[in-house]
C-alpha cells in the first residue's frame, strides 16, 4: 500500500519567517498531487495541484516542488502571517491505475504562525 | 455557485440508528467520493462514483453504503451506527477530465453514542 507521510505533525513560527512544509510517498509513479488547507472545523481548501510532468507551481506567496525520484514534495510559504495559521495537507494520486483521481492522504502538518 | 454542500452539519446518533448524508455539487463533476477524518489519520476513503448509478468501496467501506442517483448527487447511509463511526465526514468531487482536482465540502460532524 502507498504511504504519505507529512513531518513534522505540528510546526510553529514567527510571523514573517517562510513556512517550508514536507510531503514523503512511498511509491515514485504519482499521477498528481494536490495540496490543501484546513481551517479548525471547517473543509479543506486546494492550494495548489501539482501534475507528475510538472516541477512545480507557484501561487502567489505559495510555491510547491515535486521531485518524483525521492518521493517528495515541498510546499513554501514565502512571508509567513498569522492568517496562514491552519493543517496542511497533501495528497497523492498514484497511477496508471488510480490515475482517475483517487487520492492518498497524508495525516497533515498542523502551523502556527505566532504575531 | 455554491460548489459543494453537505447536509447536515452536524448529527448525534444512538448506536444502532441509522441515517443519511447528502452531498451535492454544482459543478456537473462526474466523480464524486466519501472519506472520513479521524484525529492522526488523514483523511480515509470510504466510497466512490464515477458516475451516475455507479459506486466503488475504497479503503474502510465496512458499515457505509452509497447511493448515485443523479449526477449531482452522492448519499452516503449507515444503516446500524456504532460509536467507531464517530467521525468527520467529507464529501469531495472532481472533474473526469485529468488533473482530478478534489473539491470538498464542509463536512458533517457525526456523534455515535
Known amino acids: 500500500k502507498q504511504e504519505v507521510t507529512q513531518i513534522p505533525a505540528a510546526l510553529s513560527v514567527p510571523e514573517g519567517e517562510n513556512l517550508v512544509l514536507n510531503c514523503s510517498f512511498t511509491?515514485?509513479?504519482?499521477?498528481?498531487l494536490q495540496w490543501f488547507r484546513q481551517d479548525p472545523g471547517k473543509g479543506l481548501t486546494s492550494l495548489l495541484l501539482i501534475q507528475s510532468s510538472q516541477r512545480e507551481q507557484t501561487s502567489g506567496r505559495l510555491n510547491a516542488s515535486l521531485d518524483k525520484s525521492s518521493g517528495r514534495s515541498t510546499l513554501y510559504i514565502a512571508a509567513s502571517q498569522p492568517g496562514d495559521s491552519a493543517t496542511y495537507l497533501c495528497?497523492?494520486?498514484?497511477?496508471?491505475?488510480?490515475?482517475?483521481?483517487?487520492?492518498?492522504f497524508g495525516a497533515g502538518t498542523q502551523v502556527v504562525v505566532t504575531p | 455557485n455554491a460548489g459543494v454542500t453537505q447536509t447536515p452539519k452536524f448529527r448525534v446518533l444512538k448506536t444502532g440508528q441509522s441515517m443519511t448524508l447528502l452531498c451535492a455539487q454544482d459543478?456537473?463533476?462526474?466523480?464524486m467520493y466519501w472519506y472520513r477524518q479521524d484525529p492522526g489519520m488523514g483523511l480515509r476513503l470510504i466510497h466512490y462514483?464515477?458516475?451516475?448509478?455507479?459506486?466503488a468501496k475504497g479503503e474502510v467501506p465496512d458499515g457505509y453504503n452509497v447511493s448515485r442517483l443523479k449526477k449531482q448527487n452522492f448519499l452516503l447511509g449507515l444503516e446500524s451506527a456504532a460509536p467507531s463511526q464517530t467521525s468527520v465526514y467529507f464529501c469531495?468531487?472532481?472533474?473526469?477530465?485529468?488533473?482530478?482536482?478534489?473539491?470538498f465540502g464542509p463536512g458533517t460532524r457525526l456523534t455515535v453514542t
Open positions: 495528497a497523492v494520486s498514484f497511477g496508471p491505475t488510480d490515475s482517475w483521481g483517487k487520492f492518498q
Open positions: 511509491d515514485s509513479a504519482i499521477y498528481n
Open positions: 459543478m456537473n463533476h462526474e466523480y
Open positions: 462514483s464515477v458516475g451516475e448509478g455507479t459506486t
Open positions: 469531495a468531487s472532481s472533474s473526469r477530465d485529468g488533473p482530478y482536482e478534489q473539491y
